[in-house]
């Protein structure tokens, strides 16, 4: 039996096989998948500015760790980026996310606040900690998913990352001096977080991502509808392991057993909710401009 490969912290693009590409394997599911998931993570940077002012005093320490995830985040833009762009020569990344960045700026990231929109630094971390899960669940379903070598390659080693900045978080959590949250409220901001991966952020990524500069007057962003197409693909690459481990973890920052029957239940409800939305049935063809 082969080891499965650990991928350590700190790669760069060159430590990826690019050769090793292999069109053939390319799902154009996966295709879309990718393009819209390079966008939302070559967007840290606007999220390294908001985190750093909620920990504006918290340290150097704290500040370095929070330039250093804001590095990773954007490098998996790249590599996803390049990855998509090898397997569609006429997707240009960025092209895509100066589109994106055009027209998607939540008013947290330009606010002068320096609270934190979860109402408390502990809060913004246990919302970092579900994003984590999520981006470490998802890279981890697509390197399960894919058959195409270097897909494999840079989903394996950016699930490696998002465990990590899951624990970062995680950490920076339980090192605040704030008073610990009660169970509701901390299940609250939780649940907060996992439904606005239903806002506007994947929906417009995926169509920016999707949609090429000239149909754009043909078809016009309709939010409703690319969410549900955007969720339908994300849904669709899922397991059920990976979705138990995604609960885990969540259950993890609000301070629940992750082996406990709450999190066994909650794993199982998670998994037929996403089922239920993958065969939620075909999207339709895109909108027309009116
Ligand atoms: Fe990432
Ligand atoms: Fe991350």
Known sequence: MTEPTVYRQGWTLDDVAWSK????KASPQMVAAIKAASLVELNAP????YLKKVFRDAGPETLAAIEQWGCEESQHGRALGRWAELADPDFKVDEAFARFRAGYKPEHFASEDTTSIRGSRRGEMIARCVVESGTSSY??????????PVLKEIAGRIAADEYRHYKLFFETLKAQDEPDLPLWRKAMVAVGRITESDDDELAYAYYCANVRPAETARLPYQRAYYAKVAAGLLNRIYRPSHVHKLVQMVAMS??????GRIVRFGAKLVWQMLRIRAGAGDPGPAPLAA
Request: hydrophobic letters at 30%; a negative charge.
């Open 139 to 148: 890279y981890t379903a697509i390197k399960d998913a894919t058959e195409e």
């Open 254 to 259: 609000i301070g629940l057993k992750p082996q």
């Open 21 to 24: 590409f292999d069109r053939s």
């Open 46 to 49: 606007d999220y390294v500015s």
